[in-house]
């Protein structure tokens, strides 16, 4: 029988000591490579752009206030990528991930521009026949596909902004971050001074970044000497410039955004974290992970009761019993890397999904594991697809190398993919559920755990139906 890994129910708290002070900022540069994953950006984009309106907002002279409100606008900037990614999946039937990559670097007042990335991104793996459909289809709807999708990322990003405790400033400047200096933007076709002063500013930093790393800096700033007046501000633009032969500023983007962010002389580097801030951040990423498909539905959040009520069933308590829940909610944050042509999939996967799949715990492992004091929740979201007799993924761990916490969040995992109502099927009774679980008892999952998941489902469902509630 597979022996419970290194840390187990009795052991003391003290490995689970959180440093003293975690650095707020921190937390949520490293949780932004999520939302590059998701948007189509190439990984530290949300870091570099941050930089680039740090030091844009420095030359426009814009207060210390306004400086910290656009330093977290810009990290959190595509906290709502994620709630558009299911239906940019269903307008252009193609990888969402990669269509928004292109969409970054589209034209969209040059007609040449606009119909190349129709006929490229419009059902790319389908027949003559279904892709010039759904062209038309796409054509057809141009404008309102694209107010539609801004609108629900824009202000999805702005709400997550809100509950994470950000000011009106900076949930204002992601709502109006696609608008348009001209009008053309989305969703709401602001114009000039109608665009909050930190959405202009956020602008334009996020394209020089996509620009200067999509070419190079001095093609990104032509690019963007010829669109002032048009997407940009050209008081932004002009202001631009004065930093534009600056190489260290420009190097270190390049080199370490992390380590620059981090070194920045302002207030917002500087944030501490308290427990109740981490725990808005775990929520905030669950629900950004839980928004990406609506076959995932509340999932973060119903593994992450589920794991708790195994702990505390098993006398886990304390910061050990905090990093559990931390990690569960947070679990499949690599998530945001799959496109939904491969999440939503209906059918069978064929084996080059099946692999882009099986990447989603090393992401969550990758991010996580970049937050100083989070070491163990990466450890335990990156071993959620693990088994004990060593089937599993992506590290095809051991039974001896798969702790007691890595057990409990598998098992609750498991429960809820087999026991929640998904939009194909309604939810399975817990009869079978269970009958399936065990007969992975003790082969790959834990049986301790499988028993203590009984244990807290059973005397509240007494029709034999598992809760959905999260
Ligand atoms: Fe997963
Ligand atoms: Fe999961």
């Not at 330093?71 to 990669?98: V, W």
């Amino acid at each position: 029988m597979p022996t419970s890994g290194p840390i187990n129910s009795n052991e003391s708290d003290e490995h689970y000591q959180h440093p003293a002070v975690l650095n707020f900022s921190q937390i949520l540069s490293s949780l932004s490579y999520a939302l590059d994953l998701t948007s189509g950006y190439s990984m530290g984009h949300a870091q570099r752009t941050c930089l680039i309106g740090v030091r844009l907002a420095r030359e426009l002279q814009l207060s210390e206030q306004q400086i910290t409100d656009l330093y977290f606008a810009l990290l959190l900037k595509d906290s709502g990528c994620s709630s558009n990614a299911a239906r940019m999946y269903e307008i252009f039937g193609g990888d969402d991930i990669e269509s928004k990559r292109l969409s970054r670097v589209t034209d969209w007042n040059n007609l040449a521009e606009c119909v190349r990335y129709v006929v490229a991104r419009s059902l790319p793996k389908g027949s003559f026949l279904e892709r010039a459909k759904k062209m038309v289809d796409v054509a057809a709807h141009g404008s309102g596909n694209t107010d539609e999708l801004s609108e629900t990322r824009c202000n999805r990003g702005a709400q997550i902004a809100l509950s994470l405790g950000m000011g009106k400033e900076s949930a204002d400047c992601i709502a109006s971050l696609e608008e348009r200096w001209d009008g053309t933007g989305s969703p709401n076709h602001l114009s000039r001074e109608q665009i909050p002063l930190l959405s202009r500013v956020a602008a334009l930093a996020q394209n020089l970044e996509v620009f200067s790393c999509t070419f190079d800096r001095n093609t990104a700033y032509e690019i963007i000497n010829k669109r002032s007046g048009r997407w940009f501000d050209p008081e932004m633009v002009r202001a631009s410039t004065a930093f534009q032969s600056d190489s260290q500023f420009w190097d270190d983007l390049k080199s370490s955004p992390e380590r620059a962010l981090l070194a920045l002389d302002c207030r917002a580097a500087v944030q501490d974290a308290t427990d109740d801030r981490i725990d808005a951040v775990c929520n905030a990423f669950a629900e950004i992970v839980d928004a990406k498909s609506p076959f995932t539905g509340a999932h973060s959040f119903r593994v992450c009761r589920y794991s708790v009520e195994i702990a505390q069933y098993m006398n886990i308590t304390g910061n050990r019993l905090v990093t559990l829940r931390r990690a569960s909610l947070l679990h499949d944050i690599g998530k945001l890397g799959v496109p939904n042509t491969i999440l939503d999939k209906p059918g069978k996967l064929e084996p080059d999904e099946w692999a882009a799949i099986k990447k989603h715990p090393y992401y969550s492992a990758q991010i996580l594991g970049k937050i100083d004091g989070f070491s163990r929740i990466s450890a335990i979201a990156g071993a959620h697809h693990e088994r004990l007799d060593g089937k599993g993924y992506f590290q095809g761990l051991s039974a001896e190398q798969l702790d007691l916490d890595m057990r409990i969040v598998a098992v609750a995992d498991v429960f809820d993919a087999l026991s929640a109502k998904r939009p194909y099927r309604d939810a399975m009774p817990l009869e079978r559920v269970f009958e399936i679980i065990d007969k992975d008892a003790d082969i790959a999952l834990d049986a301790e755990c499988i028993h203590a998941i009984k244990a807290v489902t059973a005397p509240r469902q007494p029709n034999g139906q598992a809760s959905l509630a999260a």
